[in-house]
């Protein structure tokens, strides 16, 4: 309070004086008046005694000068009009500095002064009047308060802002009543409802401490938060007990929490927290403290059901929290000590899409007043459209993101609300401000509770009640706050153990119980050893046999959440419209998305794009000659490959916070994962069409737009479903990253690309099909299908893929198949063939002897099978066999020989007709002789291949029909896959691949399979890593 109101307060006391006490205007007189003590005690709850004794001399000398003044005035109404034009002026200067809440005190101090005697004036009355008017107190509370001093306690005002404390019973129907046995006489209290500040007096014998102070029967007290009525005779008065009597209304539904033999323990067996009894209600703010170590934030975790307790239960109105959460939907809320606001949205959105999850049945107009009016509440409307930002670059302040962070919980109006540290970090004015916002939460019916650390002494007066835990887990105090610095003093023997507070500043030190708890044993030479006086076994030994527990034994109704989950549609739409919203408004994230994949195309097309270079001019780019396509395609792959890994890596890590906080309405876990598989399928979509458009521009690569997309865009689709999951698995970013390159060389080593598969080591390597290895890589499926696509679809091979297919076929059976067959055949009848080769050369000739017959409906080698079953080495008679094969082959080598020819004309007849200078250009302009030699494996000096028992063409695998084969056994590059008998075109058949695995993806995704498979392995005990994480 300044100085200029405090001079002002004397004046408006000295002109309110009663005339009749002034009358001897001696020193001694004045400082003998009842209305001097009264100004005293009003000053000594301001102000040091020292700053009392000047503003009571100030008070004296005004006081002189009205009264010397009135007497030389001519008449009384002229002297009353001079007073009130005073009081006007004075009270006015008052309004500019006191609160609301200030004025009230000085208003009852007012009305105390002209009680100073029997006597009450009509012009006191009326400056009193004038004074309410002035501080703008309404008229129906100015009334109110003026009963509550002018009423002798034998008259029972039976209104609503009055309550009694007796231990005798009184019936109301309107004010309320507090049984208290032992006391003697009455407490007459009164709160005015709209500063919410209370009012006290006693009328009886007894001796009463407030705070532990002994206060005067004959003066009216306030009854702050955490303060303490006692007597001599009876149990004390909480301020809680009393507030929560004026609360009642009767209608707010009543909450039972209890806990019953409480116990949990961490996998491994460590105890996390000992038995834990208590019960509470509704209404009621519960500090939870302790040491670093003490179990606090596993306590509260246990509380609100995210971890299952070892022993014991939680209920809330009877219903068990952890094996019937269901029936508490919507019931609990939780605000985590972490941020959890969406930092790229406003503060508006942040709440906004919060209530559009919680409230299925209100309109989007019912919503949207819904959030204005709570941010308003709880004073963030004016900041409600700045961006939220991060930590670091903040744009509203710690304080606002914290109340921000509660409101997320209070706009479903949660019965039950738990709060984790939540003035960490924060100034001292704004750790006030939150917990004065939780506090009036617990006022208006709502239990909460919370972790709280090195609170202030308002902060610590605050609380209903408090639970304190020592290290272990061990619970060592359940009681009222003040009440603990009692309790930890006394078992300590100090010898001012009742004193609660200051009894000059009326502080309390909480930092005082940890010393105590804390305090080390002293050794001989005077110092601290690292032993406690009083080990938490013994602090929670002497709490048991100190505390017994109040159960209530009322059937209440189950709580009924007062939120509407929204249904699975709904909550997809605000999942990926709260995200679409986030991504937009962080520009870097949209400018680095957007831009790097035309990047990567550019520097990735401009480099390969080969030509040969010739001074002056001549040079030109011609697509068939560039030896770089097939390196572009691979190299694609990776870019699909990376962009969808990293785009989706850290989408979901960022949210765990969120999603803890989220899953107590337990909303769907498959629209949260659809919504980001949405988000990550667009990006990916957007991302490979701008590097298809670029890559493809630059490079010339005519037609086949579409395709590539197709194969790029579901490639990274794959990599957005790995991603997401790595994100989902891991707890930190970093290991996400590294893990990528984990990801991706694999990619790059199996594809087939880098490192042939036949030239693999030998565990993994297969010479006639993909090894496993292989074909579990997306890179392996993706790559194919553009090769095969590149060198198959486009515009000038589609004409003539057929014939040159037919033409291959012929050519391989005639100039390799033919002469290998002679060759096996031949070693049959040389006496010098070994044994295995002998029998490896039947198996051979059988195997494809048949192959071929089936081919062909009305081919057969007569008796051929059949001598060549009976055909033994060393044993005569094998004539026959070597007769009838070496006529088959003849025949085949007749048939292919004109197959081919066939073909060939054919092709030449084409040539011809389109011309040779248009069949060059088409030539040039669509195709690519480095990719097709790939494909069709010119490069490879060997053409067949010699197996156990058959013979498997190596050469022209583009080409190659692989009928009979298995799906995964189809030759790299072949342009056909059979599946059920059905050919599938290798384009579609490895697109269908990749989106399997999306698809696998996305199921592992959403039973969280890798993350339970990190969680077995953690849980393993390995003998090199020692114990494993609990």
């Known amino acids: 309070m300044s100085e200029r109101i405090l001079r002002a307060l004397m004046q408006l006391f000295a002109i309110i004086a ?4 002034v009358t001897d205007t001696t020193k001694e007189a004045i400082e003998s008046s009842n209305g001097r003590r009264i100004i005293e005690g009003f000053l000594r709850s301001e102000l040091n005694n020292e700053l009392i004794q000047k503003y009571i001399q100030q008070f004296d000398e005004f006081l002189l000068v009205h009264h010397n003044g009135s007497a030389k005035k001519d008449g009384e109404r002229k002297r009353t009009s001079v007073n009130s034009v005073k009081v006007l002026r004075i009270c006015s200067q008052i309004n500019e500095e006191l609160t609301q809440r200030q004025k009230m005190i000085v ?16 012009q006191e009355q009326e400056f009193v009047h004038t004074v309410a008017e002035s501080f703008n107190i309404s008229e129906k ?14 008259t029972i005002l039976d209104e609503e802002p009055f309550l009694y404390v007796s231990a005798k019973e009184i019936t109301l129907e309107k004010a309320q009543f507090l049984p208290l046995e032992g006391l003697e006489g009455a407490i007459r209290i009164i709160r005015m409802e709209s500063i919410n500040i209370v009012f006290f007096r006693h009328f009886g014998s007894d001796e009463l401490a407030l705070n532990g102070q002994v206060v005067s029967n004959e003066r009216n007290h306030i009854l ?46 460590k105890v996390g927290l000992h038995e834990i009894n208590f019960a509470e209600q509704s209404g009621k703010l519960i500090g939870v403290m302790g040491g670093s170590g003490a179990g606090k934030s596993t306590f509260l975790n246990v509380l609100n059901g995210n971890y299952t307790p070892t022993f014991g239960a939680v209920t809330i109105n009877g219903v068990d929290l952890h094996r019937e959460k269901d029936r508490l939907e919507g019931v609990i809320g939780f605000v985590s000590q972490d941020d959890l606001l969406i930092e790229e949205l406003s503060v508006f959105q942040n709440l906004y899409f919060n209530a559009k999850l919680c409230f299925n049945d209100l309109s989007e107009k019912q919503i949207k007043k819904k959030v204005i009016d709570l941010l308003s509440n709880i004073g963030l409307n004016e900041v409600r459209n700045l961006k939220v930002g991060s930590p670091l670059e903040k744009t509203i302040s ?6 921000l962070n509660i409101a997320l919980e209070l706009i479903r109006e949660p019965a039950v609300l738990y709060v984790d540290e939540p003035t960490s970090g924060l100034s001292s004015r704004d750790s006030e401000n939150i917990m004065d916002m939780l506090k009036e939460l617990a006022l208006k019916g709502k239990l909460i509770f919370v972790v709280i650390h090195q609170p202030s002494s308002d902060i610590f007066k605050m609380f209903d009640k408090l639970l304190i835990l020592d290290q272990g887990g061990y619970p060592i105090f359940d009681g009222n706050p003040i009440d603990a610095v009692v309790y930890f003093k006394t078992h300590v023997h100090h010898a001012n153990a009742n004193e609660r507070e200051c009894p000059i500043c009326g502080n309390v030190n909480p930092e005082q119980i940890f010393n105590i708890i804390e305090s080390k044993v002293v050794d001989e030479y005077g110092n601290q050893t690292k032993y406690r006086k009083v080990s938490p076994r013994e602090w929670n030994q002497r709490f048991l046999e100190n505390t017994t527990i109040t159960e209530n034994n009322e059937q209440l109704d189950p709580v009924k959440g007062s939120s509407k989950i929204a249904n699975k549609w709904s909550q997809f739409r605000v999942f990926f419209l709260r995200d679409v919203l986030s991504k937009l408004a962080n520009k870097q994230y949209m400018l680095i998305n957007m831009l790097e994949a035309p990047v990567l195309a550019l520097i990735l097309a401009f480099f390969v794009k080969f ?31 990376f962009l969808g890994l990293t785009v989706a890596a850290e989408e979901i890590i960022k949210d765990k916070k969120i999603l803890k906080r989220e899953s107590f309405l337990n909303l769907s876990r498959a ?24 890559g493809n521009l630059i490079l010339e690569i005519q037609g086949l737009w579409w395709q590539y997309w197709l194969v790029l865009f579901s490639t990274s689709c794959m990599a957005n479903a790995l991603g997401l999951n790595i994100s989902s698995a891991f707890n930190s970013a970093k290991v996400i990253y590294i893990t990528v390159p984990l990801l991706i060389i694999p990619q790059l080593l199996f594809s087939g690309v880098i490192v042939k598969f036949d030239k693999l080591h030998p565990i993994f390597s297969r010479t006639n099909e993909v090894p496993w290895i292989g074909n579990a890589m997306a890179s392996r499926w993706a790559y194919e299908a553009l090769a095969v696509t590149s060198a198959k679809d486009n515009y000038h ?15 391989w059976k005639r100039d390799y198949w033919l002469p290998e067959m002679k060759n096996q055949l031949n070693l049959l009848a040389n006496k010098k063939t070994s044994f295995a080769d002998f029998e490896q050369a039947k198996r051979i000739l059988t195997n494809e002897i048949n192959k071929e017959t089936e081919r062909w409906s009305n081919l057969e080698c007569k008796d051929c099978i059949e001598s060549l079953e009976k055909l033994h080495k060393g044993v005569p008679g094998g004539g026959s066999a070597q007769v009838n094969i070496g006529s088959f082959l003849d025949m085949m080598k007749k048939q292919y020989n004109k197959s081919y020819n066939d073909y060939s004309d054919s092709l030449d007849t084409y040539i011809a007709k389109l011309g040779d200078k248009k069949f060059q250009a088409s030539q040039n302009q669509f195709m690519n002789e480095s990719l097709q030699d790939l494909v069709t494996n010119r490069t490879e000096v060997q053409k067949i291949l010699v197996t156990e028992d058959e013979l498997i063409q190596k050469d022209d695998p583009l080409y190659i029909d692989p009928i009979g084969m298995r799906f995964l056994d189809a030759p790299f590059y072949s342009h056909k896959k059979y599946f059920l008998g059905i050919g599938i075109d290798t384009f579609w058949a490895n697109v269908i691949v990749l989106w399997l695995m999306t698809i696998a993806l996305i199921i592992a995704l959403y039973y969280d399979l890798l993350k339970k498979l990190l969680d077995f392995g953690e849980r393993i005990k390995w003998p090199i890593l020692g114990k494993s994480k609990k």
């Open 141 to 154: 509370e100015y009334l109110q308060l003026k009963q509550f001093i002018e009423v002798p306690i034998t």
């Open 797 to 811: 091979e589609e004409q003539l893929f057929e014939w040159n297919q037919l033409k291959s076929a012929s050519g």
């Open 398 to 403: 710690g304080g606002q993101r914290k109340r």
């Open 611 to 641: 030509f040969n270079y010739r001074a002056g001019g001549n040079s030109k780019y011609v697509f068939y000659q560039n030896e770089n396509i097939p390196q572009y395609l691979f190299i694609s792959v990776v870019v699909a490959l």
């Open 107 to 122: 208003l009852i101090r007012i009305f105390e002064f002209i009680h100073a005697n029997d006597q009450v004036q009509e």
């Open 671 to 694: 629209s949260y994962l659809w919504s980001k598989v949405s988000i990550m399928f667009i990006i990916s979509g957007i991302q490979t069409l701008f590097f298809v458009l670029f």
């Open 18 to 21: 009663k005339v009749d006490e």
């Open 224 to 269: 702050n938060q955490g303060s303490t009525i006692r007597t001599t005779k009876s149990a004390p008065i909480y301020y809680s007990d009393v507030i929560s009597r004026f609360l009642s209304d009767g209608t707010r539904e009543k909450i039972s929490f209890k806990v019953d033999h409480l116990q949990f323990h961490f996998k491994g067996g």
